[in-house]
C-alpha cells in the first residue's frame, strides 16, 4: 500500500523555523514526484513546492520562495520542507503528496495520487 506519512509541525513564532518531513512506503521516492502543499482555514489547498522523481527539478510559490527549501534523501525514502523566516501567513495545515511514476512535479493539488493526512503548522508571537 503506498503511503506518506507527515511530521514535524508545531508552533513557533514569527522569524522561526520548522522542518516537516514526509515518510513514504510502499513505493520509492526514485521514482515518484513529492509536492508540498498548506490549506489555511476558510481557503483553498495550494502548492507550496515540489521535487520531480528525478529529484533534478524543484519548485515553489512566490510567497515562499527564498525561505523554504524542499529536499529529499533516497536513502531514508523521505523527504523534506525546511521553512525558515516563517510569517503568520505561513500557519495552515501541511500535506504533502506523491504522484507518479516518473511525474515532472506541479503545484497542483488535483495531479497527485496519495496524501497524508497533514500536520499543522502555527507562527505566532
Known amino acids: 500500500q503506498l503511503q506518506v506519512v507527515e511530521s514535524g509541525g508545531g508552533s513557533v513564532q514569527p522569524g522561526g523555523s520548522l522542518r516537516l518531513s514526509c515518510a513514504a512506503s510502499?513505493?520509492?521516492?526514485?521514482?515518484?514526484?513529492i509536492g508540498w502543499f498548506r490549506q489555511a482555514p476558510g481557503k483553498e489547498r495550494e502548492g507550496v513546492s515540489y521535487?520531480?522523481?528525478?529529484?533534478?527539478?524543484?519548485n515553489y510559490a512566490d510567497s515562499v520562495k527564498g525561505r523554504f527549501t524542499i529536499s529529499r534523501d533516497t536513502a531514508k525514502n523521505t523527504a523534506y520542507l525546511q521553512m525558515n523566516s516563517l510569517k503568520p501567513e505561513d500557519t495552515a495545515v501541511y500535506y504533502c503528496?506523491?504522484?507518479?511514476?516518473?511525474?515532472?512535479?506541479?503545484?497542483?493539488?488535483?495531479?497527485?495520487?496519495?496524501w497524508g493526512q497533514g500536520t499543522q503548522v502555527t507562527v505566532s508571537s
Open positions: 510502499g513505493f520509492t521516492l526514485d521514482y515518484y514526484a
Open positions: 503528496a506523491a504522484g507518479g511514476p516518473y511525474f515532472s512535479g506541479s503545484l497542483l493539488p488535483s495531479l497527485y495520487d496519495y
Open positions: 521535487i520531480s522523481s528525478s529529484g533534478s527539478v524543484v
